[in-house]
């Protein structure tokens, strides 16, 4: 068999040239030919912060491996994401996407916590995951663990549907350089360069960089080639010096990124240009840099205990510069010149992460504490006339503890726990859980869990004034005594606003079953309760002058058709909404050959949402409640052969789904979709690989997700080919 030899071959290159390590390079061969009973008994750390086996795992729980990674041919991380059973994956524009787990599938989805070896990159600026910012080099992933469902227990707040951990490979598995390069349609081109070595007093380190490029996606109404653009570079260290006692691991990372989009920015205040609209659609540029130090520290005392110390500084910034209306002047008493406005925020967290583990009889615990501070600075659209500007300072405490009870031996567990955390925005949350695990035989595994779970908004969703729309400075709006000129339309906090954290209850049913040495499947059933959840619900309305430049126009407060009055919707921010979520997820393994593995899966979600009473539009539930499409249904084929030749394919469908245009109560529909992806690989030798790969095959473009918080122009996903070489020497 090809992947033998390989083996055989690379374990005769470390004895004669040294370029990877001899334990490095045996896991990597040993995994090649796991089986389907050994990929069942793959480990995974992110569901009970241990190294436990996948079919051990009381919880929806899926690894995508490192080498099924690369096959899969993969350039970003939410693409490999496809691969998971349930998971939500929707492409927004060349480097956007809205990832989500059993629905609620946004821009920036709120409820999925997503972790890079430990590491939180859920971004409390802005409420999710800029995956545009979260990069990595593909061919460094050891694995990314997926769990879906409730992980607050463990992680915390904002962990209410799911949990991700990235886990990348040591620097120890890394050795000798690498060069992997990209080409393909639509103007992709990306380079990665690794080089690994070992320091002189011991221990291993790991440098790498990472560059890419992309032209514009195909306009969804048009076809035509839009502005979204972009390009990323990363750059980082990975040392583990060798130290007495314990293993240390340190990382210092930086990444920039540069990209364009189309915005539909509502200004507050009128243009003076005639025609010009006061909702901007210039083309805006988006400017994003960050930087990262982390050190983990893990060791085992004379008693047996695992201890664990990790702390970090994360800092990243990301805004957009744009044309948009200005402050009002006393030379422009009438309207506005548009002018660049500068909008988005930077952030820095300091984290530090102390748990320990310990086994006592038929308890396996573990508990520890954590401290993060988040220091940030918004600065959004003074056209938009934001109330929540400047900077601001929180600290976040918690604590946790996991208790894994065996009461009978191999047989049955009695899992419970719970997070403690105290947050600077919505104050004390407890998170608890409770799970069991019955293993009635060596085939079958059955689970069950019961969890509450909170996620804790930002200040950006609870404490802003935000425009929402303002018509044309030619047209105006016809009810203003002065044509040409506009009201605007305001969303802003009530007074009385108190920010509460968004909650649920989750149920939780699963069984694996091993039907054969060829066949696995797993399943599993889920009925969520969401309480409290973010909307826009409409308590009152308010005049506010918003000036002209002389001084303050109080005519709005006596006419409510005065020009340049901001029409206000107070207490836009509540959180009084209710959504229930039920479905299952199924996926089967197939191996009808050692070298041909095949993998199924079918999702089915079902969303169903109460309204608070007081004047609402009820738009924000809806377009909760259509925006996840109800069914997914995937299949994966990968066949190596002789020769080094290796097929992998991959078809999914998406049923699907609504959205609601900026300013309209009518939902529009995002058409279900099927694509196919393909990826032909071929080892040449032991150092170079070579590979074709064709992605969304089946049609020229497909729509698969519209923005609209904020509104940006649709992008469509299009056919494209690539080629790939990857050389190690």
């Given at each position: 068999m090809f992947l033998k030899r390989l083996r055989a071959t690379s374990a005769a290159v470390l004895a004669c040239a040294g370029l990877w390590s001899a334990q490095a390079q045996a896991e990597e061969s040993n995994l090649l030919d796991l089986s389907l009973e050994e990929l069942v008994d793959y480990r995974l750390t992110t569901m009970s912060r241990k190294e436990q086996r996948v079919v051990d795992t009381a919880?929806?729980?899926?690894?995508?491996?490192?080498?099924?990674?690369?096959?899969?041919?993969?350039?970003?991380?939410?693409?490999?994401?496809?691969?998971?059973?349930?998971?939500?994956?929707?492409?927004?524009?060349?480097?956007?996407?809205?990832?989500?787990?059993?629905?609620?599938?946004?821009?920036?989805?709120?409820?999925?916590?997503?972790?890079?070896?430990?590491?939180?990159?859920?971004?409390?600026?802005?409420?999710?995951?800029?995956?545009?910012?979260?990069?990595?080099?593909?061919?460094?992933?050891?694995?990314?663990?997926?769990?879906?469902?409730?992980?607050?227990?463990?992680?915390?707040?904002?962990?209410?549907?799911?949990?991700?951990?990235?886990?990348?490979?040591?620097?120890?598995?890394?050795?000798?350089?690498?060069?992997?390069?990209?080409?393909?349609?639509?103007?992709?081109?990306?380079?990665?360069?690794?080089?690994?070595?070992?320091?002189?007093?011991?221990?291993?380190?790991?440098?790498?960089?990472?560059?890419?490029?992309?032209?514009?996606s195909p306009e969804t109404l048009t076809g035509l080639i839009g502005v979204d653009g972009a390009a990323h570079q990363r750059v980082g260290l990975r040392m583990e010096p060798s130290v007495e006692g314990g293993e240390l691991s340190v990382k210092v990372e930086a990444y920039r990124l540069r990209s364009r989009?189309?915005?539909?920015?509502?200004?507050?205040?009128?243009?003076?240009?005639?025609?010009?609209?006061?909702?901007?659609?210039?083309?805006?540029?988006?400017?994003?840099?960050?930087?990262?130090?982390?050190?983990?520290?893990?060791?085992?005392?004379?008693?047996?205990?695992?201890?664990?110390?990790?702390?970090?500084?994360?800092?990243?910034?990301?805004?957009?510069?744009?044309?948009?209306?200005?402050?009002?002047?006393?030379?422009?008493?009438?309207?506005?010149?548009?002018?660049?406005?500068?909008?988005?925020?930077?952030?820095?967290?300091?984290?530090?992460?102390?748990?320990?583990?310990?086994?006592?009889?038929?308890?396996?615990?573990?508990?520890?504490?954590?401290?993060?501070?988040?220091?940030?600075?918004?600065?959004?659209?003074?056209?938009?006339?934001?109330?929540?500007?400047?900077?601001?300072?929180?600290?976040?405490?918690?604590?946790?503890?996991?208790?894994?009870?065996?009461?009978?031996?191999?047989?049955?567990?009695?899992?419970?726990?719970?997070?403690?955390?105290?947050?600077?925005?919505?104050?004390?949350?407890?998170?608890?859980?409770?799970?069991?695990?019955?293993?009635?035989?060596?085939?079958?595994?059955?689970?069950?869990?019961?969890?509450?779970?909170?996620?804790?908004?930002?200040?950006?969703?609870?404490?802003?004034?935000?425009?929402?729309?303002?018509?044309?400075?030619?047209?105006?709006?016809?009810?203003?005594?002065?044509?040409?000129?506009?009201?605007?339309?305001?969303?802003?906090?009530?007074?009385?606003?108190?920010?509460?954290?968004?909650?649920?209850?989750?149920?939780?049913?699963?069984?694996?079953?091993?039907?054969?040495?060829?066949?696995?499947?797993?399943?599993?059933?889920?009925?969520?309760?969401?309480?409290?959840?973010?909307?826009q619900r409409w308590v009152g309305t308010a005049r506010v002058p918003v000036g002209m430049g002389l001084g303050p126009d109080f005519s709005c407060m006596l006419d409510n058709t005065a020009p340049n009055c901001a029409f206000t919707l107070q207490d836009a921010s509540a959180s009084k909404e209710k959504i229930r979520t039920w479905g299952g997820e199924l996926a089967l393994g197939w191996r009808p050959q050692n070298q041909w593995h095949i993998q199924a899966s079918y999702a089915y979600l079902r969303m169903q949402g109460s309204n608070s009473t007081g004047l609402s539009n009820d738009i924000p539930l809806s377009a909760y409640l259509g925006g996840t499409p109800k069914h997914q249904i995937a299949l994966r084929s990968n066949y190596a052969w002789g020769q080094g030749w290796n097929l992998n394919v991959s078809a999914r469908y998406v049923s699907q789904a609504y959205y609601y245009p900026i300013n309209t109560n009518t939902p529009e529909t995002i058409a279900p979709y099927t694509s196919l992806d393909a990826r032909l690989a071929w080892q040449v030798d032991r150092q170079l690989e070579l590979a074709l790969l064709g992605k969304n095959l089946l049609r020229n473009r497909h729509t698969e997700f519209i923005d609209t918080a904020p509104n940006a122009r649709a992008y469509d996903v299009q056919r494209s080919l690539f080629v790939s070489a990857l050389w190690r020497f």
């Open positions: 919880a929806a729980a899926y690894v995508i491996t490192g080498e099924e990674l690369r096959r899969s041919g993969a350039l970003s991380i939410p693409e490999a994401l496809r691969m998971v059973p349930g998971l939500n994956v929707a492409q927004i524009s060349r480097d956007t996407w809205a990832v989500s787990s059993r629905g609620f599938l946004e821009r920036l989805s709120s409820k999925l916590l997503v972790l890079v070896d430990g590491r939180s990159i859920y971004s409390p600026l802005f409420s999710g995951v800029m995956w545009e910012s979260q990069d990595t080099l593909m061919e460094d992933i050891e694995r990314i663990e997926v769990i879906r469902g409730p992980g607050t227990a463990l992680w915390g707040t904002n962990a209410m549907n799911g949990v991700i951990n990235i886990v990348t490979r040591q620097a120890k598995a890394t050795q000798g350089n690498l060069i992997s390069t990209t080409i393909g349609q639509g103007g992709y081109g990306s380079m990665t360069v690794r080089h690994g070595g070992e320091f002189d007093g011991g221990g291993h380190y790991r440098l790498y960089a990472k560059t890419d490029t992309m032209n514009g989009t189309l915005y539909l920015a509502p200004a507050l205040f009128v243009s003076e240009i005639p025609g010009a609209p006061s909702d901007n659609t210039q083309v805006e540029r988006k400017k994003g840099d960050g930087a990262l130090l982390q050190a983990r520290y893990s060791w085992r005392s004379a008693d047996g205990a695992q201890s664990v110390l990790q702390a970090y500084v994360d800092q990243e910034s990301l805004f957009h510069e744009g044309l948009m209306s200005a402050e009002p002047s006393a030379l422009l008493p009438l309207g506005l010149l548009p002018s660049l406005d500068r909008f988005g925020g930077k952030k820095i967290d300091m984290d530090i992460d102390f748990q320990r583990r310990q086994v006592w009889g038929q308890h396996d615990v573990i508990w520890g504490v954590a401290l993060r501070r988040t220091t940030d600075e918004m600065r959004l659209p003074s056209a938009a006339y934001q109330l929540v500007n400047g900077k601001d300072s929180r600290l976040h405490f918690s604590a946790f503890i996991h208790d894994e009870m065996t009461l009978i031996p191999d047989r049955f567990k009695f899992i419970w726990g719970s997070k403690f955390e105290r947050d600077g925005l919505t104050g004390a949350n407890v998170q608890p859980n409770v799970r069991m695990l019955w293993t009635p035989n060596s085939s079958d595994t059955l689970w069950g869990a019961v969890s509450r779970s909170v996620r804790s908004p930002r200040r950006i969703e609870t404490l802003s004034t935000m425009a929402l729309a303002a018509p044309d400075a030619m047209g105006g709006d016809l009810s203003s005594p002065t044509p040409g000129l506009a009201n605007s339309l305001q969303v802003a906090a009530n007074a009385s606003t108190v920010v509460t954290s968004e909650k649920a209850i989750s149920w939780e049913a699963g069984w694996r079953k091993q039907l054969g040495p060829q066949l696995s499947l797993d399943s599993t059933l889920y009925l969520n309760e969401y309480a409290d959840l973010r909307s």
